[in-house]
């Protein structure tokens, strides 16, 4: 399973899946991205895989301001934003991570930000939105209600509606963890991918299939939140009257076309687990890895619990996505 090499000129070159995304763009992204974000801790971690009967690879996407790696995107968005003659300004809808990524990257570049939001949304997230500078707007119902108002902020014309997924810049920053994943090691057999509305999974999915065909490009959703796992099944949109799961994250309803055409050009698989499942995973990286993570961030390990033999004896990789959790919540989640 040994990933392409040769120089960055060599691996533009090399085959690509049919996806909206380029390599040479996301080689491209890492020179916009802040070094706060790049090159982050990457481990094996046998205190799990040994109990797993796998080698476990942690690549650790919250060691940086905003715990989670949603950073990588929205640098690459508020460069584009702050280089170009145009509005400076964006408008997105979040669960919360997107949200404080573009607050972050806007206020560094002089671009300013709204995030709309549901009113039920991680009120720890929301805040942390506000005080890094953004203008936040609460709209009753879920993210999907978010993305409705968002668009109608950035009709007005004064600011750029940011479709974390459905815009390139968000996948192609997020792909960078896979090159880094990559330069790190001579071979992984599988990497494990939290799957929302796509970024994370099919832009780290598209350098492991242009860079490392053979790696196993698993994408894992929640039982409670299974539209784009079951888009996937169907290679058509499918969508759900609602979501029921603790990973708020990934917990959209209706995915987005094009993405949903990226993620069939990489994905080899796309479990859903259970929230039981979700539960022990994060259990497990708290008390044998020490790290405290969000449910989204646990789905990697939940699927490897649920289905061992899939990945016994195999060089497995989890990208620990974020940890942005409220503290009574992730307490009571520690308890048996």
């Known amino acids: 399973m040994q990933p392409v090499s040769g ?5 533009v070159k090399a085959e690509q899946p049919a996806t909206r995304l380029d390599l040479g763009r996301i080689l491209n992204a890492r020179q916009q991205i802040s070094r706060v974000f790049r090159e982050t801790p990457q481990f094996d971690c046998p205190a799990i895989g040994n109990a797993l009967g796998c080698e476990f690879v942690i690549k650790l996407e919250t060691a940086n301001p905003i715990r989670c790696f949603k950073g990588r995107g929205a640098e690459v968005v508020a460069s584009r934003l702050a280089r170009g003659s145009g509005p400076k300004a964006a408008v997105c809808a979040s669960a919360g991570n997107f949200g404080q990524a573009l607050a ?38 879920d993210i999907e209600h978010a993305r409705e108002r968002a668009r109608e902020i950035a009709a007005r014309g004064d600011a750029l509606l940011v479709e974390d997924s459905e815009c390139l810049d968000t996948c192609e920053g997020a792909g960078t963890i896979g ?55 169907a290679r058509s949109i499918v ?52 790290l405290v993570v969000e449910p989204s961030a646990a789905l990697g390990l939940a699927a490897v619990l649920e289905d061992p033999s899939r990945y016994r004896g195999k060089r497995v990789v989890t990208v620990i996505c974020g940890s942005n959790v409220l503290f009574d919540s992730f307490r009571t989640w520690m308890q048996e």
């Open 239 to 290: 969508t759900t009257e609602r979501t029921d799961t603790i990973a708020d994250g990934v917990a959209g309803r209706f995915p987005i076309p094009a993405v949903l055409g990226d993620l069939l050009a990489v994905a080899d698989h796309v479990p859903l687990v259970e929230e039981e499942s979700i539960v022990a995973a994060m259990r497990m990286l708290y008390r044998r890895a020490g």
């Open 7 to 11: 120089s960055p000129v060599e691996r």
């Open 179 to 233: 090159l880094e994943l990559l330069d790190g090691s001579d071979r992984i057999d599988t990497i494990l991918l939290a799957l929302g509305g796509g970024a994370l999974a099919t832009g780290v999915g598209h350098v492991f299939k242009t860079l490392s065909p053979k790696t196993d490009v698993v994408c894992v959703q929640p039982r409670g939140a299974p539209a784009m796992a079951m888009s996937w099944r």
């Open 104 to 141: 972050y990257s806007g206020r560094a570049r002089g671009v300013g930000v709204t995030v709309v939001a549901s009113a039920s949304a991680n009120a720890a997230k929301i805040e942390r939105i506000r005080q890094l500078g953004a203008a936040v707007e609460l709209v009753d119902g």
